[in-house]
């Protein structure tokens, strides 16, 4: 009897997986048909949109095979002439984290907020009163992974600045929940790669929480890490405090009221910051209605060892 049950299993199991591939395979090549109808129209928005979708959906299902296709579709697009760059000797996790995690904001069809604007839910949050929604669009990006005697090419589908990330926020009166606000997250005309969750969190005990929205913010050499504080007063949102952890640095929110911020810096001479192998790393804490600096040193570089999952992702891996 049991191994009737297992056998029907099984059964049932590549049944199952063979109608996923072959409802993959129609997908992606829907995604690519549209692709290129919109590179042929020199619709770069809508194309990227597609195409997006089509390196997320890969990732997400592993079946990185399927990029060799896609070249035809970046060269049309210039993709394979990058306009940025990042050092290769990174962690190699990181580096897959890096180049892979945005991709994943695309990968799934039910966070379409709005297919004409190209629009995606990329994170939210509540607090049960409070609820933040971010939102996106895509743009693709050739980077450089550079080595000592190589470059290496990937095209990375990152956040657009162009059409600004919006940060929506709602308040539940009663039963409904109401949008409050609606604001532009202000890049600063630089692509963004990843952002975490919303936090809310009552800094200044005023009984309303701040929104915190911590992100990578892309540069021709590398990227910054941001902590943008907001401040929700009289249903208005408004930005109150940033801090920038530049030279592939962090800005981070710790327990409590304490801020962590690093930078990347070297005591060697003539060394791009993309070459530096320390992080100098201070830290805040909010005392009085203003951000007084506590403690500093420097460390080796974060992001040449697995070091940088606990400053980048210190709360999940604590949960575990």
Not at 136 to 143: I, S, T, V, Y
């Amino acid at each position: 009897m049991n191994r009737l049950l297992i056998s029907i299993f099984f059964i049932l199991l590549s049944t199952y997986t063979f109608a996923h591939s072959i409802s993959l395979d129609k997908e992606l090549e829907f995604l690519s048909q549209k692709a290129k109808e919109a590179i042929k129209k020199k619709d770069t928005e809508k194309s990227e949109f597609y195409l997006a979708q089509l390196i997320g959906k890969i990732i997400f299902h592993h079946q990185e095979e399927r990029f060799e296709s896609l070249f035809p579709l970046f060269k049309e697009l210039n993709l394979d002439k990058p306009t940025s760059l990042i050092s290769a000797k990174f962690n190699e996790e990181f580096l897959k984290w890096f180049i892979e995690s945005p991709a994943l904001y695309w990968k799934d069809n039910k966070n379409i907020q709005d297919q004409n604007k190209f629009l995606f839910k990329l994170t939210e949050n509540n607090d049960g009163e409070y609820s933040i929604l971010v939102l996106g669009c895509p743009f693709l990006e050739g980077w450089y992974l550079v080595e000592k005697d190589d470059l290496s090419i990937v095209v990375i589908p990152l956040i657009s600045f162009s059409r600004k990330p919006q940060i929506i926020v709602s308040q539940l009166k009663g039963d409904t929940l109401k949008e409050i606000a609606k604001i532009d997250l202000d890049t600063e005309d630089h692509p963004l790669q990843y952002i975490w969750k919303p936090e809310l969190y009552d800094l200044d005990k005023d009984g309303v929480p701040e929104i915190w929205l911590r992100y990578n913010k892309t540069w021709a050499t590398g990227f910054s890490q941001e902590l943008a504080i907001y401040k929700i007063e009289d249903e208005k949102v408004k930005l109150w405090k940033k801090f920038e952890g530049v030279a592939e640095g962090i800005a981070r929110r710790l327990e409590g009221n304490k801020i962590e911020v690093g930078f990347g810096t070297t005591d060697k001479e003539g060394i791009g910051h993309l070459g530096f192998d320390q992080t100098h790393l201070e830290i805040y804490e909010y005392r009085n209605e203003d951000f007084v600096k506590i403690s500093d040193k420097t460390i080796p570089h974060i992001l040449w060892t697995e070091d940088w999952k606990k400053y980048y992702f210190y709360e999940e891996l604590k949960e575990k």
